[in-house]
């Protein structure tokens, strides 16, 4: 954990919170997420579609909920999901995560409440990012 288990604490309730309002209809997996940002917490659930492909990631909901209310950094990532082993961001949640901060912490909690931690460079290596872009 740190820096700061108490903050570190209260993302992973909050992710753990968000979870009881995924919906996952289609695949049963329930997935929570909160991003721990400059303007504070904020959180996130997949969203499932009966066009399977619309379907969107806990991880990228409680991103673009951040950012909608003005948050530019995020210093860490909670996900709260799985069936029982702590739930690995897919690909697509860790390039939408490092494009906020490449070197953030990922907590992932897994349903008994295990937890692993990560710094998101472990979990995505060479992220593209606005450097690579051509000015
Ligand atoms: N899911 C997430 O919410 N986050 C991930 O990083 C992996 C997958 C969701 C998407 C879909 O609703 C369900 O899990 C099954 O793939």
Redesign the pocket.
Known sequence: MKPDDTTYSKLIKAAQKARDNAY?PY?G?S?GAAVLTDKGIFTGV?V?NASYGL?M???RTAVFNAVAAGARTITAVA?A?GNQEP?P??GA?RQVLAEFNPGMECLLIGASGETRQYNLSELLAHPFLSTHLAK
């Open positions: 996952a695949s997996l997935v997949n499932e379907s990631c806990a991880e996900v999901g739930l961001p897919c949640c």
